[in-house]
């Protein structure tokens, strides 16, 4: 699969083991993942820091390799069960960040072509990506500007 904007083909990875119930020596309560998983939500960790977290730290000790098999439902849908879900989408923000270092890194060095490419594909990413969660997740007239997604994210 070659990926978006990058210089050479995709990576293959190794594939997750297939498994259709959580280890055996991971048998922590379903409620307590969820309180968990809100609970980190709200100390304003990322879905995906929080997977990591619980499968490094666990619950009461005990680590959650998989919260989707553990419980049935993915993070996202824990904090939108909750109320706890952020106010932008984890990929779309990452990417909002890393168009605002590469655009005030532009401001000081006006030079850098590839930096300047890199924003370009950034923020041609963010767009792609905004009209894919517009009406859904974000807002009907919702639309990328750096000034906007500046103020937004601090």
Same mark, same amino acid.
């Given at each position: ?14 594939d ?7 280890p ?21 960790h ?9 499968r ?21 849908e824990?904090?939108? =069960? !909750? ?8 990929? #779309?923000? &990452? ?5 605002? %270092? *590469?655009? +005030?890194?532009?401001? =000081? !060095? ?8 890199? #924003?370009q &594909?950034t923020?041609?990413k963010?767009? %792609? *990506?905004? +009209? ?13 500007e ?9």
């Open positions: 699969m070659a990926r978006m904007h990058s210089r050479r083909r995709g990576s293959s990875g190794s997750r083991p297939a498994a259709d119930e959580p055996e020596w991971s048998d922590v309560d379903e409620d307590a993942i969820e309180e968990r998983v809100v609970e980190l939500a709200e100390a304003g990322d879905p995906s820091q929080i997977g990591l977290k619980l490094d730290e666990g619950v009461q000790g005990t680590p959650v390799p998989d919260i989707k098999l553990a419980t049935g439902k993915k993070v996202t824990i904090l939108e =069960e !909750n109320d706890a879900e952020p106010d932008f989408p984890e990929d #779309l923000r &990452n990417l909002m960040e890393r168009a605002i %270092r *590469l655009r +005030d890194h532009m401001g =000081e !060095n006006p030079g850098d072509a590839q930096n300047k490419r890199a #924003l &594909n923020e041609s963010i767009r %792609r *990506l905004v +009209d894919y969660y517009r009406g859904d997740k974000l807002d009907e007239t919702f639309t990328y750096y000034d906007e997604a500046r103020e937004l994210l601090e």
